[in-house]
Structure formats: C-alpha cells, structure tokens
C-alpha cells in the first residue's frame, strides 16, 4: 500500500514566523503536490513537482514556496506566515503524469492554526 | 472552463436506505474521473478510478458508474461507518492535477 506521511498533524505557529511541513511517500512517485482544504472552497492545489528539483505553481501559490530535493520528500514552506494560512494542509503523491491511473495518495494532513 | 460539481451538499440517510451522489464534470479530455472518502480531519482515502464510460467499479456497499457527463456514487443498505464526505475529482488529458468537486457530506444515522 502506498503511504504518504506528514510531519506533524497539529501546528501552531505565531504571525511572521517560518513554516515548514514535511511529507514523505514509500512508493518511488514521481509527482507530488500540496493542497489546502478550507470549508466551502474545496481542495486547492498550491505547488506540484513531477520530478525532483521540478515544481510547478498550483492555483494559489502565493505565500508559499517548496522544495523537492529528494524524490520521496516534499517540502511546503510558508516564508512568513500569517493569520489567513491556517487551513488543513494535505500532500498527495501520484506516479507518473504517463501513467494510465495516476491515482493521487493523501497524507494525513497538517492542520494549522497561525496566530 | 473545466470544473467538477457534486450534488447534493449534504445527505442524510436512515441505515439501510440506498442512495446515489452524483458528480458532473465538464473536463476537456477527461482522462480518469477519481472518488475519493474523507473522515473529519482526516486525508482523503481513495475509492476508485473510472476511466471510460460505461465503466462500474465495486467496493463493499459502494459502486461508481462513470457517463460522458457525470459519475454516481451509489450506496447500497448504509450502515453508519459510511458516513463521511465522499469527493469525486476529474484529471485532464495531459496533466497532472486533478479537478475536484466541493464533495457531498454523507450522514447515515442508526
């Protein structure tokens, strides 16, 4: 079974501060993305990368920023954050963009409260 | 514009009462159509993939039916482990993201 991990599944932070929230997949993906899940809008992509060192802007990349240096882990980085990111934070991790069924995998998720 | 919608929003259901939700989609070259279950404050755990109209998937009390314009979720006798908000999402040809609907909150009450 594929498994996506995050890092932490609390996070409580200050106005300003630096953020890092990890996620690490076991199944050898080649793409991995970050999400944001807020009530009555959905899931929304933020960053994908389809390989390491690659990253592509999702719909909202504003605020964020990411890192891919090794293939199993991806990084989200919210440089100063501030009180309009707290939100659930969701990784998935997907095969391959050629794959028949690119199925994408969560993680548990990483609910941040900034203050 | 490419977008996914779900009906209905919420959903109650007594145990045993069979139902559908339905997901339309208006997906250039839809290249796979995705359902997905999420419990609160959790991640999504993926259900199925429908890749071609015609297409039916099974899993337990579930099944996926996949249209040129829309896929249903049917749920057959729900017990209330069901309940949950089931999300269905559309991957275009050539891409790696996926589209997905706002989801429907399931509630199956004993």
């Known amino acids: 079974d594929v498994k996506v991990t995050q890092s932490s599944r609390y996070l409580v932070k200050r106005t300003g501060e630096k953020v890092f929230l990890e996620c690490v997949q076991d199944?050898?993906?080649?793409?991995m993305f970050w999400y944001r899940q807020d009530p009555g809008l959905g899931l929304r992509l933020i960053y994908f990368?389809?390989?390491?060192?690659?990253?592509e802007k999702g719909d909202i990349p504003e605020g964020y920023s990411v890192s891919r240096e090794k293939k199993e882990r991806f990084s989200l980085i919210l440089e100063s954050a501030s009180t309009n990111q707290t939100s659930m934070y969701l990784c998935?991790?997907?095969?391959?963009?050629?794959?028949?069924?690119?199925?994408?995998?969560f993680g548990p998720g990483t609910r941040l409260t900034v203050l | 514009e490419d977008q996914v919608t779900q009906s209905p929003e919420a959903l109650r259901l007594q145990e045993g009462e069979s139902s559908s939700l339905n997901c339309s989609y208006t997906v250039s070259g839809l290249r796979g159509l995705f359902w997905y279950r999420q419990d609160p404050g959790k991640g999504p755990e993926f259900l199925f993939t429908l890749y071609s109209a015609g297409e039916e998937k099974e899993k337990e009390r579930l099944k996926a039916t996949l249209t040129k314009k829309e896929s249903f979720l049917h749920i057959t006798a729900p017990k209330p482990e069901d309940s949950a908000t089931y999300l269905c999402?559309?991957?275009?040809?050539?891409?790696?993201?996926?589209?997905f609907g706002s989801g429907t909150r399931l509630l199956v009450r004993p």
């Open positions: 998935a991790s997907s095969l391959s963009r050629d794959a028949p069924y690119n199925e994408q995998f």
């Open positions: 199944m050898d993906h080649e793409n």
């Open positions: 990368s389809y390989d390491v060192k690659m990253k």
């Open positions: 999402a559309g991957r275009m040809d050539s891409s790696y993201k996926l589209i």
